[in-house]
């Protein structure tokens, strides 16, 4: 999860880490200003979602890359794998 400044290159910002580290996002989900305009002046706020498939270690990698992008205000990495003994 990404709450970032909505830039017209953020997209590709956020991919990027993505390609370096060979990781395949299985789904994206950008929400941006309501009103779909993006004033230069003042950007607002954009907010994606990008669920992914990969190991620990490199999801935390993806993430510090991701969080200490200028335009991103704040990130989360929020982990969905499960025990299979919890099962």
Same mark, same amino acid.
């Given at each position: 999860?990404?709450?970032? %400044? /909505? @830039?017209?290159? +953020? ?5 990027? !880490?993505?390609? $370096? @580290?060979? $990781? ?12 779909? $305009?993006? %004033?230069? /002046? %003042?950007?607002?706020?954009?907010? /994606?979602?990008? /669920? =992914?498939?990969? !190991? ?5 990698? +993806?993430?510090?890359?991701? %969080?200490?992008? $200028? ?10 794998? =499960? ?5």
């Amino acid at each position: 999860m990404v709450e970032a %400044d /909505a @830039h017209p290159n +953020l997209m590709l910002r956020l991919l990027e !880490p993505f390609a $370096v @580290h060979d $990781v395949q996002p299985t789904r994206l989900r950008m929400d941006g200003p309501a009103d779909g $305009v993006i %004033d230069m /002046a %003042d950007l607002g706020q954009m907010r /994606a979602e990008i /669920a =992914f498939t990969a !190991p620990v270690e490199v999801a935390e990698r +993806l993430w510090s890359r991701i %969080d200490v992008m $200028v335009p991103v205000r704040s990130s989360h990495l929020v982990s969905t794998a =499960f025990s299979e003994a919890a099962a």
